[in-house]
């Protein structure tokens, strides 16, 4: 079984941390997303992937190499464009285009397609069976949420079948009557091709899969379990909170905090609940971090106090400082002594801050 992974996503929801690093190479609970969805799709039965990479697409590469997890992994990488002698870009492709892309690359059996900036345990060898017993073009894991307005949405039909009669990307409030939204994963048969147009931007939830409805081809496979898409930076937090409740129950920790190797937490100081320290890092004496991702090699100094932010590579917090929610502080950034931060700034990388910030915004 293959498996096309679309990892060329900008993660701009996600800076100044993305400034830096691909979004699937985000830590969360210390392991890159991308291990946690290789290592699922290992234990599925995968033994090929394709990686649809763009943006920064050599630091994934490097990482991934050519094997991981006992599977072969190649790489499809969006068309260039040439905008003069010195600056290129890459032909926006859409959902629908990488796949189209990676045509050669993924045979003529049927493959699984995955978003790759979600965070999930779906049983990927049973939604392929399913799809199988069904006989259509598509299949499209399906989750129920209380807010489906951000997703694509499908309604089913009244048989059993788990035939999707109709999908809306991202409807309005009452436009449907369903909460089971797109999970970002499909099962597709090599007919799906014949659907997808050559090298052109193609959104699979607009274009292709209406159609696929309006032939009664395209299927739901619901699932329950751990699903959550990290292209926010709430969501990345709760990413991160959600594998600390399993790590809790698995390990009965006193609370759920996850910890790196050589971490130094001093006197005093107070770490949880739903806090992860990468490698590295060093709480001082008195400091206080909750409902936290702290990424490896950060310095927290004496007093400090972090509640419901990112605080990405090598970054350091000086004396007293204070970074409130939803705060997301790029990698090698130096926060002076007695700064606060209030909700929702962001700080760009190796950008030094000495004075407060009490409203919203990007510090460059």
Request: a neutral charge.
């Amino acid at each position: 079984m293959k498996a096309l992974i679309l990892a060329g996503g900008f993660g701009t929801r996600l800076r100044p941390l993305s400034c830096t690093r691909p979004k699937f190479l985000f830590p969360v609970a210390n392991k890159p997303l991308i291990d946690w969805t290789l290592e699922n799709l290992s234990k599925s039965g995968v033994e090929e992937v394709v990686l649809a990479v763009n943006y920064k697409a050599e630091e994934l590469a490097a990482y991934c190499g050519e094997s991981r997890f006992g599977m072969k992994i190649l790489y499809s990488k969006d068309e260039e464009l040439s905008l003069g002698q010195t600056r290129r870009r890459y032909k926006a492709l859409g959902t629908g285009g990488p796949v189209k892309l990676a045509e050669k690359l993924l045979g003529d059996d049927d493959f699984l397609v995955l978003n790759g900036d979600i965070l999930t345990n779906l049983n990927y060898a049973e939604l392929m069976h399913e799809h199988k017993s069904k006989g259509g073009v598509a299949t499209i894991a399906l989750y129920s949420v209380e807010d489906p307005s951000r997703y694509g949405v499908a309604e089913l039909a009244s048989d059993g079948s788990m035939r999707i009669t109709r999908f809306v990307e991202k409807p309005a409030k009452g436009q449907v009557a369903s909460n089971l939204v797109n999970a970002g994963v499909y099962a597709l048969s090599p007919k799906i091709f014949d659907y997808i147009p050559e090298a052109k931007h193609c959104s699979m939830e607009r274009e292709v899969f209406p159609r696929l409805v309006a032939e009664n081809m395209l299927f739901g496979y619901g699932f329950n379990g751990l699903w959550i898409d990290i292209g926010k930076k709430e969501d990345y937090l709760k990413a991160n909170m959600m594998v600390l409740d399993s790590l809790q129950r698995q390990k009965r920790l006193e609370s759920p905090v996850l910890m790196g190797e050589n971490v130094v937490v001093e006197e005093g100081a107070e770490v949880g609940p739903y806090v992860v320290l990468g490698d590295n890092v060093h709480v001082g004496k008195n400091a206080s971090v909750k409902r936290s991702v702290v990424f490896p090699g950060v310095a927290i100094s004496d007093s400090s106090v972090v509640e419901g932010a990112v605080i990405g590579e090598d970054v350091s917090l000086g004396k007293a400082v204070r970074i409130g929610k939803n705060c997301i502080i790029g990698d090698g950034a130096i926060i002076k002594d007695g700064v606060t931060l209030a909700r929702d700034v962001s700080v760009c990388p190796f950008k030094e801050v000495s004075e407060s910030v009490f409203k919203a915004k990007c510090l460059m």
